[in-house]
């Protein structure tokens, strides 16, 4: 008897993928191939999970008998393939292929043949369940995948080492899957039209991320340690990057905020993305403006220049705090000696040293008014001719400047 196949339109949110799953398992139970269910709602879950991180928007997911076998499409409306790669330690992501490599006779993916831009991502089940070990042959579908070439103009941007271009993307798909399962709770704590924003941000500049996500799947498989990151994408992505970088950063704002469970990126993946979307841009909007492309300053020179720019925040922060601090004690100051001595204390604070001593002109001479630590007994040293040698003192003195 040939059962005609069951199909379900999915909608591009989280709580619909719970939903199929339920719709498909009663349609393999009314088939009487309830042994098939638990592999193929798992393989379900996993590509329409990977629907909703990386490719936003609704979803047809068909389910077919081919003789003792079946075989389930999902389809969507991006061109963005499932790239398969090697997951780190503390990555929350990238195991889903594997366990659709161990769960299927064989899956893949092709393009759509309907009209619409998008593809279609099969997998096929046997008669009985498969119990095999997760072994993921990323050179075999690697190989399967098409090249990026011909998808727009030729951006490189230079190199960057291998691992922590895989730790910054784990910690990003952790993020977006955060992203994804806070649009469909009930009484967030994110308001719905921003992540409605920060999600369509991203999914805008999704065939990026695949290229970079496949480049840096190359790199692992093959044992190399750094990443040539280049990218071949047409020129309207521009303004894509910019909008996924300022998403990222509102993500990460909120992330400081406790107002998610994911971490707020750590400096060298913000620095790391900065790096390359920025002079992505750069290269996209050169090449459709007809201009040269240009050589990038390598990824190690601007994380240097973002330790630098780090450190001089932190100087102005600390030298603003002290500040506030010396106004807050001198507005309570009662007396002249109190002053002095709240300025001595202060400025041997600032300096880090050991003594300190305020000086006061008298006739032609400056003379040691107040000292404190390491400078105590030492007044004589302070009793300085103004014609003598140069210093702060003999130098204030003489411009009667402060």
């Not at 991006?78 to 299927?104: D, E």
């Not at 399962?181 to 994110?190: F, Q």
Request: aromatic share 4%.
């Amino acid at each position: 008897m040939i059962v005609p196949p069951s199909s379900w339109s999915v909608g591009a949110s989280p709580e619909a993928v719970p939903l199929v799953r339920r719709q498909v398992r009663e349609t393999l139970r009314s088939w009487g191939r309830e042994e098939l269910a638990d592999d193929v709602c798992s393989v379900l879950s996993e590509l329409l999970s990977n629907v909703v991180l990386h490719a936003p928007g609704e979803a047809l997911v068909s389910l077919h008998q081919e003789g003792d076998g079946l075989l389930l499409n999902v389809v969507d409306g991006h061109t963005t393939v499932p790239a398969p790669r090697l997951a780190t330690a503390s990555g929350t992501t990238g195991r889903g292929l594997g366990l659709v490599t161990s769960l299927t006779e064989s899956w893949g993916f092709v393009p759509r043949g309907d009209g619409p831009p998008g593809k279609v991502v099969w997998a096929r089940f046997g008669s009985t369940p498969r119990e095999i070990e997760v072994d993921l042959d990323a050179d075999a579908l690697l190989a399967s995948f098409d090249e990026d070439e011909g998808l727009g103009y030729e951006v490189t941007v230079g190199e960057a080492p291998t691992q922590l271009l895989a730790t910054a993307k784990d910690h990003l798909d952790g993020l977006l899957r955060e992203l994804a399962l806070a649009e469909g709770s009930v009484g967030g704590v994110l308001p719905r039209d921003i992540v409605d924003r920060m999600r369509l941000a991203v999914a805008s500049f999704a065939e990026a991320r695949s290229q970079l996500r496949r480049a840096i799947t190359r790199a692992q498989a093959e044992g190399r340690r750094r990443v040539m990151v280049r990218f071949s994408l047409p020129a309207e992505l521009a303004d894509a990057g910019e909008s996924y970088l300022d998403a990222l950063a509102e993500a990460d704002a909120h992330a400081r905020d406790r107002r998610m469970l994911s971490l707020e990126s750590p400096a060298a993946y913000r620095v790391l993305r900065e790096w390359y979307v920025r002079a992505l841009v750069d290269g996209l909007r050169r090449a459709a403006a007809g201009e040269p492309p240009v050589e990038y300053a390598p990824f190690e020179d601007r994380l240097l220049q973002a330790l630098e720019e780090q450190e001089t925040r932190a100087r102005r922060t600390a030298l603003a705090a002290q500040l506030q601090q010396v106004t807050a004690r001198l507005a309570a100051a009662d007396t002249l000696e109190e002053i002095a001595e709240i300025a001595v204390a202060e400025g041997r604070a600032a300096l880090g040293a050991t003594g300190g001593t305020m000086t006061r002109p008298r006739g032609d001479r400056a003379v040691a008014v107040l000292t404190l630590g390491a400078d105590v007994g030492m007044q004589d040293t302070y009793d300085l001719e103004p014609t003598g040698p140069h210093g702060p003192s003999t130098d204030a003195i003489r411009s009667a400047a402060p």
